[in-house]
């Protein structure tokens, strides 16, 4: 197949945006084991050079999307997400779904000053009755609930009231804009888990449905607790993965 016909990307970033628009049109022309045009070709539908093709194509071989067999072509691996959730790296998720060429929505935000179990302070090193909001949300992937957040902040941050009604789409740029705090490392726990109740009103799944936990607890670079995250994931629509490779 052929891929269709793009906007042109501009000189900034345009390794980066032509990474994102080749996912894109990955995931909409290119079934898993098919092989790509060739280089010319890409960098022609989407008005680079090729060099930033190359670049693009390198970008995406060495995170497991593409496999390069020398003398046969670029093929799409049928065994990688091309939503890339990797634990390595700390991204807003809108970020990485869209680079991944899909669309991102978020739905159903809700907060609250937090009044549950003892744990939740525990992971925020706080003694328990110090306010805390629980931020609750879905994000959408392509119109399809995938992912359920709930996160757990510090009503005071820096000497400063953090207002959840002015969290716009996700965590690392709330509490940036809110009190001048970056979010530096996170510690993250994985485990598969089945769906309660809740769950699966938030993701539209039945309880049968494997779904991936994750639980984060975020820190400044001075290693300053700033918030504790659980998050479901539908494995049907978003998984992580690692490419390992040897070093010699």
């Not at 790296?89 to 970020?95: G, N, Q, V, Y």
């Not at 935000?109 to 629980?134: H, M, N, T, V």
């Not at 959408?140 to 207002?163: H, K, W």
């Not at 809110?178 to 993701?203: H, N, R």
Request: net charge neutral; hydrophobic share 35%; with cysteine.
């Amino acid at each position: 197949p052929e891929v269709t016909a793009m906007e042109p990307i501009n000189r900034q970033s345009r390794s980066s945006a032509a990474r994102s628009s080749l996912k894109g049109a990955i995931r909409r022309e290119f079934q898993p084991g098919a092989c790509l045009p060739s280089e010319r070709e890409l960098a022609q539908k989407l008005g680079v050079s090729r060099n930033t093709m190359r670049e693009a194509l390198e970008s995406l071989r060495a995170s497991g999307i593409l496999l390069r067999k020398w003398g046969l072509g670029t093929f799409v691996n049928p065994n990688a997400a091309l939503i890339e959730t990797s634990l390595s790296e700390l991204r807003p998720i809108p970020e990485i779904v869209r680079d991944s060429g899909y669309r991102c929505q978020m739905k159903g935000f809700l907060y609250r000053k937090y009044d549950g179990p003892a744990p939740i302070w525990s992971c925020l090193q706080l003694d328990p009755g110090i306010p805390i909001w629980e931020l609750e949300r879905v994000y959408l992937v392509d119109e399809e609930p995938a992912i359920y957040l709930r996160d757990y902040v510090p009503t005071v941050l820096n000497g400063v009231q953090l207002d959840p009604a002015a969290f716009k789409e996700d965590m690392i740029t709330f509490l940036r804009e809110q009190c001048g705090i970056s979010l530096d490392y996170t510690i993250t726990f994985v485990e598969p888990v089945l769906a309660d109740e809740i769950v699966q009103g938030k993701l539209a799944v039945s309880g049968q449905v494997p779904l991936l936990l994750t639980k984060q607890i975020g820190y400044t670079d001075e290693g300053r607790t700033l918030l504790y995250t659980e998050g479901y994931q539908r494995t049907d629509k978003l998984s992580f993965h690692i490419v390992r490779r040897r070093y010699t």
